[in-house]
């Protein structure tokens, strides 16, 4: 019986460019949190060795603190041994951070892989590594590897690139064979580069090849316009570099050669990003949405993108600032996108609030505007709704 934590794209040293400095500061931060976490699930779950499946750094050229604390970290706090793998972020190319000092020199549990040849972990164990030496290449990482197994030997394979699981991905993505694991005669391929957790069985339907994820979470859910301002070296807008909003690492346990892997995702992210949207059409609809929103569990250690899309009348809208205060106020990071969400005043509000004088002609007037198709013009003239009828409101008293 094996058991080891297979973990990848952890992208230390990440640019951040999308929120203000010392939220980005607190985010790089994190990063390193994860990896403590990392490293406490690896004595929580009595694990024999840590598999580091590329994308360590987030780039070749990360600075010295950021590259040495990385190296205490592993070295120093792990009680087993670890296993990095370069990726095509940090590949192993001359004059990059693997150059330097401290990874220049032996650890005492740390071993970075710099070659294509077996490695013996433990007795009757060895790893087949495939280290990246550019950030693109036209060739499958894993070819190197001989499906040549030993009488009772476990074999593990860990590489860094796209599975060819279709014909659309890019040629230089470093494309891996649909069923390496296989033709390798591996019992386990562990591999990096995807940022969501996958599992891929093989002709016999068992789960050997998996991706697991990032340890911390890097963006929201939706488009590429709500990204932490990383771009992924393997091609923008595609979706295997969208996470799930949630920190993660694989446990895997194999209990002898040929025997069908044992993959449990474990938490470790100290970060939760979530993007959700909620359609609105009453007050009472508003209302659960402050209230579920004022009342989750850590909230301190979240980032909530909230869209709303729907129709309120004036009155209605005007509680919006309810819910931006609960966001900006009690969460890491709360952020409300309410460009779908429209005024619609009722007619007792126009009848009572702006009544048949000059203020209700201008109201109504607004509200024709408010259904432009411009999209522009539309809002603009939403937002001047709602100005007006709080104005009307204050007047009244």
Known sequence: MISFLHCADLHLGMRITRFDPLTANKLREARFDALENVLKA???QAVDFVLVAGDLFDDLTQEFLIAQRTYKILDEASSVPVFVLPGNHDPLMSGGVWDRPPWTQPGKRLQLLREAKPVEVMPGVRL????????????????????????????IGVAHGSLRI?????ADDHLIARHAVTDKQLDYLALGHWHGRRYFPDPDNVERTAYPGVHEPMRFQGGNDVQTGWVP????NREEFLDSGKGEVLR????SAGDAPEITPLDVGRHVWKEEQRDLSSEEDLVRVIQDVANRDKRELSLLRLRLTGFLDAATMLRLTELREILQNRYFVGELDDAGLHIRPS?????????????????????AESGATDE???KLAERAVL?????AREVQG
């Open 252 to 255: 895997v346990r194999i209990r």
């Open 166 to 170: 279709r014909e659309d991905l890019p």
């Open 128 to 155: 087949f590594p495939c280290p990246v030496l550019r950030k693109t290449s036209m060739n499958d990482p894993t070819a190197w590897i001989a499906a040549e197994r030993g009488s009772d030997e476990m074999r």
């Open 347 to 367: 007619e007792d509000e126009v009848k009572s609030l702006a009544g048949q004088g000059v203020l209700g002609r201008v109201l109504a007037r607004l509200q």
């Open 233 to 236: 070296a393997g091609g923008a």
């Open 387 to 391: 100005l007006l009828h709080q104005l």
């Open 376 to 378: 522009a013009a539309r």
């Open 42 to 44: 690896v004595r929580e």
